[in-house]
Every structure is written in C-alpha cells, then in structure tokens.
C-alpha cells in the first residue's frame, strides 16, 4: 500500500471516530506539502468543518493529533489555517523505500480480461512525401501515450491510417511519368519516400511556372490554376485511377510500395510501431457505403446536384458535405470508412486521435456523425489534438520543399549528440562501435524529450542545438544521470556490497525528498494518462534526476562506512535508475547503461 494510502485510510478513520462522517479513503487526496512548510503531506480540512462544527484551525488539529495517536506513519503535525501539514515518521520512510525497491514494476498497472481497449491513430502521413518534423512529433506524442496508457492498466491498439489516394498523390506520379526518366530507389540512391517527395516538389515548380506564364497572357491567377494543362492531367490521372485504370493502379502501387519501404526506416530509427495500418484507398467507398445507409435512415440527405449533406445545426455545427455531386468522397466520408472498419476488427472502448489542433471543428463533426451513425464510442472519442512545431526559421511548406526531414533531422542530432559527448569526454576510453552506438542513443533521445517535454497542446519551437545540452531539463542531462548511477551501482557489487537491512535508518533530509518523490511515480503515470499527457512524465523524470543529483553531491554512497546507511543509499541508487527507465521508456527514449 502506498503512503498516500496510509495518510488517507488513517484520515478517513479519524473523520468517522471524531465527527462521525464516512468519507471512502478514494476521495481524500494528500498532496505533497509545499516547500515554505514543515511536512511531508497536506491534508485540506475543509470537507468536514461543517459536520465538526468548528473552526477550520481546530477540525486541522483534532485530526491531526487524532492520526499521531493512532497512525504509526505519523509523526507531527502543524496546521495552517485549513491545511494539516503531515511530517511522517522517520523511519517509516524505510518502509516506503523498501516497497519501491521491492516491486521491479513499481507504478505500472497490468492489463486484465475486464480492461478497456483503448485504440491510438498516430502518424497518418501521406504517400507524396517523406515525413518532416511534424510527423515526428506526432509520431512521439501517439507512441508514448499508448505507452502510458498500457502502464495506466489499458489494453492498447495503436493503429495508423496512410491517406495513399487523392491528387497529391497523381502529382508526384505524374512529375515521375513526366520527368522521372524511369528513377528507382535503386538507380538514384534516395530512400523512396525522398524520392516520390522530390516528384512532387517537381510537379509544384512546373504549375507554378505554368500558372505565371498564363498570368503573362492576360489571366487573372484564379483563371490561370483553373486552365492549368499539368493540373487537368493530373485530375484525369484521378479519375483513371478511381476507374481502376490497369496502367494507372500499377505506377500507383509501384511508387507507393517505395514510399512505404522509406517509411518503414524511419519509423524503425524514430522507434515506433503499429499494431495494424489502415489505408484511405481501402476506407473510402466502406465510408460512401456508410453515408448511403445514413442516407435512406435519414440522418444525412441529398442536394438537387445530388451531393450527399449532414445537417449539424441542431448541436451548434454547420451542414457537412460528404458525397460530392460527381460521387467522390472528402475527407470525413474516409474517417467514417475507417471508423467501420475498426470498430469490425476491435471492440473498441475509446478512440483517441493523435491530430493537430488545426483539424479540431473536423473532429466535432466526426464525434457527432460517429454517434449518429451508431458507433458506441463515437460520442466520446478523443481528439488529442497537439500544437504545431516550429523552427527559429520560421513555418515549413511541403510543396516547396521547405519541410525540415525527420531523417535528415535524426541523422543531425545523432552526429551533433557524438560531436558534444566528445567534447565534453563522454565517450574516453569507448570502441567506435560504444561511441555509434551512445551517439545514437543520446541523439534520439535528446529529440524526443525536447518534443515531448513541452505541453502537447501548445505550439512549440524546436531548437536542435538546445535540446543536446547534458545541464538542465534535456534528454541528455537525464540518460546521463542514469548512466552515472549505474555506474554507482556496478562499483558497489565489484565492491562485494549488497543491500542489506537499513529498516532503523533515519533517512537524511534529501533521502527522505527522494523517496517521496519516487513514491510518486504510480499517481504521475495515472495523471498522465488521464489528461494525455506525456509532459507529465519528462519533468517528473527530470525532477527525480536533478534531486538525485544533489544526493549524489552532498553524501558518500560507497564510501559510507555504516552498513544500514550505505544499504539505505544503494537502495535508493537502484529505485531511482528503475524508475528513470521505466519513465523514459513510456517517452520511447532509451537510457545507455555507460557513458
């Protein structure tokens, strides 16, 4: 039973005796005392000062002398206004640390039979191009959530939907028809999904030009896009493929099989992964299909021009378009599609959706029309909808081939991450194999705290160069602490120590800190994954770390002569580089055991 636990039984036992109110221990919630105060945990009086008939001051204090008494836990007490400041025994922080260290899946909740299954859309790219910099924030945001969400005690399916249809897509194979002169993978040396990008800048450079020399003639810019011969060709190319156009399917086939092939790279250095992934191509007439059943029930309706509509006014929206006059779907009928098909393949509690908040009124309309159409957990799906990324240089365009490429990115924060670990004499007395593979580790994880640090729901700037800094709230500061306490903890069993017993130790002040801290851990992964967030974890994390830290500064740990204490303290090495683990792992970043 954790601390907080204890203080709460002991609280909701103390209510009941003194005032004679049943208060379940669940709802009593101590809090960490605040610095300028003497204690441990506070305890907020006020629910039960009514029923007690008295002061705030003097319900804080009955309580808190009531749990002297009779809760061995406790110490002392004092009271500020509403507020009882719990100090716990000494000793009994013995007790806690020995509870920690004791479980090796402290703070992780396992799924059973009665668990809801929780289903996770992530990364969603589009088959016209490589993923950026954005994709790699929401590639991290989606992964660690359903990784916090599994430690909350969720079953979790992590899905991705490829939008690998549409005109983006006959653009780059067009540009490759074009001018391509038979490119492969193989022929040019590129990563596929590099290469179809390329196309597809290609073909934005040739509108463009196109455009400006039919604005020369005398045609406003409008006129001239809607004129545009290469953009006629490429919605001919459209329609040939929705035709099923045998030439048509096997380029598209062809060129997205590169594109997936370079997706696959990068997912597997970014170091996500999918249960199951779904296709736009695949979804978009099980969407018509669905639109047409809500059609002749009457939930949707159709226009003269006989484009099919949802009317939403009744909640507040617009009316939606989902068929166009010409049959074609748009986006909302594809998400209704894949809906369908998810909610036949999984027995779906929850469906959150990992897009950015400039897709949120589309995800009102998707809950809506979800629920109308009979999808259980339609109401109530999450759009975990996160703020863009953005450089000191300013916003990326893709059809200008201004995007900052997530391999690209990953390969520079590798070779920046070897660069400074040199500098700084991290890597002394390594192989070149130990160097690649810290240089790896350092990089990698350096991105994905930086992004993920951040409040998802603001916008945020990346700076490469700030997040490889082994000081301060970083990747690196973080796997290194952890790197130095194992190596702590190999000296101690080169030493012949073991932890013995260290029950009669009184823990020293900063102790005492971090074992309350580590305490912690379960109610963060819980916070987390109730309000989505894997901020919560990172600067746990990098709490945990700085108050080792000043540990590790202050006391000697194998140099301790006295048994109990040095045991105390190893303890705690152990429970500390456990927990950092565990925490760094629900980000996705690993954590070298040297450096």
Not at 27 to 54: M, Y
Not at 222 to 228: C, F, L, N, P, V
Not at 416 to 441: C, F, N, S, W, Y
Not at 449 to 467: G, H
Request: hydrophobic share 40%.
């Amino acid at each position: 039973m954790s601390l907080d636990n204890i203080i709460a039984q002991g609280v909701s036992r103390a209510v009941k005796e003194l005032y004679g109110v049943d208060t379940p221990a669940e709802q009593i919630v101590p809090q960490a005392t605040r610095k300028e105060f003497e204690g441990n945990l506070t305890i907020v009086i006020f629910p039960w000062v009514k029923a007690a008939r008295k002061a705030p001051e003097a319900v804080a204090n009955e309580i808190g002398a009531w749990l002297a008494d009779n809760e061995p836990a406790v110490d002392r007490f004092n009271v500020v206004k509403g507020f009882l400041n719990i100090v716990i025994e000494p000793t009994f922080w013995c007790s806690v640390l020995e509870h920690i260290a004791s479980d090796d899946h402290f703070g992780f909740k396992e799924a059973t039979a009665d668990s809801p299954l929780v289903m996770v859309e992530y990364s969603s790219p589009n088959t016209n191009k490589p993923l950026h910099l954005g994709h790699v924030r929401n590639n991290l945001l989606g992964f660690s959530l359903s990784q916090i969400l599994k430690a909350c005690g969720n079953k979790v399916v992590k899905t991705n939907i490829v939008n690998d249809r549409g005109i983006h897509i006959c653009k780059s194979m067009l540009a490759w028809q074009k001018w391509g002169d038979g490119a492969t993978p193989e022929s040019t040396g590129k990563k596929g999904d590099h290469l179809i990008g390329d196309f597809y800048v290609m073909f934005d450079k040739h509108f463009r030009d196109e455009v400006k020399a039919l604005v020369e003639k005398g045609m406003t810019e409008d006129e001239a896009k809607a004129a545009s011969p290469l953009m006629a060709e490429a919605r001919e190319m459209l329609v040939k493929w929705e035709q099923k156009d045998p030439e048509v399917r096997a380029l598209w086939e062809k060129m997205n099989q590169w594109v997936y092939d370079g997706f696959d790279v990068t997912y597997k250095r970014l170091g996500v992964d999918f249960d199951k992934i779904y296709y736009e191509s695949q979804t978009y007439l099980e969407g018509k299909s669905k639109v047409m059943e809500g059609l002749e029930k009457g939930i949707m309706y159709r226009k003269e021009d006989g484009s099919v509509w949802a009317d939403l006014t009744d909640a507040g929206l617009d009316n939606k378009l989902l068929l166009r006059a010409d049959g074609t779907s748009v986006y909302m009928t594809q998400d209704i599609g894949t809906a369908k098909l998810r909610f036949a393949d999984y027995p779906i509690d929850k469906m959150i959706y990992v897009v950015g908040n400039e897709q949120n009124y589309h995800f009102q309309v998707l809950s809506l029309l979800l629920d109308r159409l009979g999808f259980k957990w339609g109401k109530d799906l999450v759009h975990f909808s996160y703020g863009m990324v953005e450089l000191p240089e300013g916003k990326m365009k893709s059809r200008e081939g201004t995007v900052v490429d997530a391999d690209d990115l990953m390969e520079e924060m590798v070779s920046q991450a070897r660069e400074v670990a040199m500098q700084l004499g991290k890597t002394d007395g390594l192989t070149p194999e130990e160097v690649d593979k810290i240089a790896e580790t350092v990089g990698m994880g350096a991105l994905k705290y930086f992004l993920l640090k951040v409040d998802p729901r603001k916008n945020m700037m990346f700076n490469p160069k700030e997040s490889i800094d082994f000081n301060g709230n970083t990747g690196p500061f973080i796997q290194y602490t952890y790197a130095r306490i194992r190596s702590v903890l190999r000296k101690a069993e080169g030493l012949g120590y073991v932890i013995g017993d260290y029950a009669a130790v009184k823990p020293n002040e900063k102790e005492t800190a971090l074992i309350q801290t580590l305490a912690e851990f379960p109610d963060t992964v819980q916070e987390a994954g109730r309000t989505y967030s894997p901020a919560l974890i990172a600067n746990y994390t990098y709490e945990l770390v700085k108050q080792y830290n000043q540990f590790y500064h202050d006391y000697s740990i194998l140099k301790e002569e006295n048994a109990a204490v040095r045991s105390l303290r190893l303890a705690l090495c152990r429970s500390v580089a456990r927990t950092v683990k565990m925490a760094m792992g629900l980000l996705g970043i690993d954590v070298p055991e040297r450096m």
